[in-house]
């Protein structure tokens, strides 16, 4: 079975442009989460999806934005890119159940110059 | 406000020999935590994880321990091998957080010497 699978693998972009980055689930997962992993942090919590509506949101703001489409296939979205923006974005999958393990793609590499 | 820390940023241990790495919480609404494995260019990979109703679960070469009243949890790889160097996040979340969201450690890098 294929694993969660992002994309684009790597991006660049300069400050004030848009980004949308991409993620499927794997197949039989309903819930979609996006993480921000800044070099030499942990991965920091952006959005959850589960059936289509936004179930968390973490401490980012507005500029970042998300949505998940019938297939279960989620979008990532940051607007007004800033030099800060740049990490490696990562999706996760799972069943959507409570305390359960997620499921992490590879990521999105975004440098933002 | 870290919820989640892991105080040493690296390990170093020789193979065949134990690795512990540890893991302090401060959100007492914690009741689940995992630990992932990360390589570089990879996404964070499960290894495994323990509920707050237990204070040890075990699987092959990985034993995760749990102290609620200190709010720590410990890693343990016996024996290490070289293929086990990477990065390793522990991780918790509440059962009434959004959903499943997980909060991260910051990440301990171990070493394993053939």
């Known amino acids: 079975d294929a694993g969660v699978t992002q994309s684009p693998t790597h991006l660049i972009k300069t400050r004030g442009q848009q980004v949308t980055l991409r993620c499927s689930p794997i197949s039989g997962h309903k819930s979609v989460s996006w993480y921000q992993q800044v070099l030499g942090q942990g991965p920091q919590f952006i959005f959850q999806?589960?059936?289509?509506?936004?179930?968390g949101r973490g401490n980012f703001p507005d500029r970042f934005s998300a949505r998940q489409f019938p297939n279960y296939s989620s979008e990532l979205n940051v607007n007004a890119l800033l030099l800060g923006d740049s990490a490696l974005y990562l999706c996760?999958?799972?069943?959507?159940?409570?305390?359960?393990?997620?499921?992490f793609g590879s990521g999105t590499q975004l440098s933002v110059l | 406000d870290q919820q989640v820390k892991q105080n040493s940023p690296s390990l170093s241990v020789q193979e065949g020999r134990i690795s512990i790495l540890n893991c302090d919480y401060t959100n007492s609404m914690f009741d689940y935590f995992l630990w992932y494995k990360k390589y570089p260019a990879e996404g964070p990979t499960f290894l495994i994880s323990?509920?707050?109703?237990?204070d040890k679960n075990e699987d092959g070469r990985f034993t995760v321990f749990l102290n609620k009243s200190a709010k720590h949890l410990s890693l343990h790889i016996v024996p290490s091998q070289p293929g086990d160097s990477a990065v390793y996040f522990c991780?918790?979340?509440?059962?009434?957080?959004?959903?499943?969201?997980?909060?991260f450690g910051g990440g301990t890098r171990l070493m394993v010497k053939p």
């Open positions: 996760a999958s799972s069943r959507g159940r409570a305390n359960e393990k997620l499921f």
């Open positions: 991780a918790a979340s509440a059962v009434n957080n959004a959903g499943n969201m997980l909060t």
């Open positions: 323990i509920s707050s109703i237990k």
């Open positions: 999806y589960y059936e289509k509506e936004e179930r």
